[in-house]
Nanobody, 125 residues
């Protein structure tokens, strides 16, 4: 059974940092791209960052490039998102998701076939 379980959300002041983690189980991660996506109140889901499990290649949205870092821990099948210099505009529910590693566009939200339940991040001004 596929499981993606996020943790690490919370409330932080602008300029602060948070680290999100996603524990993945029930499938072979080597065939997938793992990503973080987010949904702000009243908006659609938005790509944040992705990492290919096999090669460790990363992709970031322009909105977070230079501030967020995605990484993986092979030993325990965990995807980590380190978020620095947080802004109120980063306030959203953050989701961990997977897509097949087919060398396609990892920023396409519709390509992700399995999502976790999400964790809330609130950045106060």
């Amino acid at each position: 059974q596929v499981q993606l379980v996020e943790s690490g959300g919370g409330l932080v002041q602008a300029g602060g940092s948070l680290t999100l983690s996603c524990a993945a189980n029930g499938f072979s991660l080597s065939n997938y791209v793992m990503a973080w996506l987010r949904q702000a109140p009243g908006k659609g889901r938005e790509f944040v960052a992705a990492i290919t499990w096999r090669a460790g290649i990363t992709t970031y949205s322009d909105a977070v490039k230079g501030r967020f870092t995605i990484s993986k821990v092979d030993a325990n099948n965990t995807v980590v998102l380190r978020m620095n210099s947080l802004k109120p505009a980063d306030t959203a529910d953050y989701y961990c998701a997977r897509k097949t590693d087919d060398y396609g566009d990892d920023a396409q939200v519709s390509q992700y076939d399995y999502w976790g339940q999400g964790t809330q991040v609130t950045v106060s001004s």
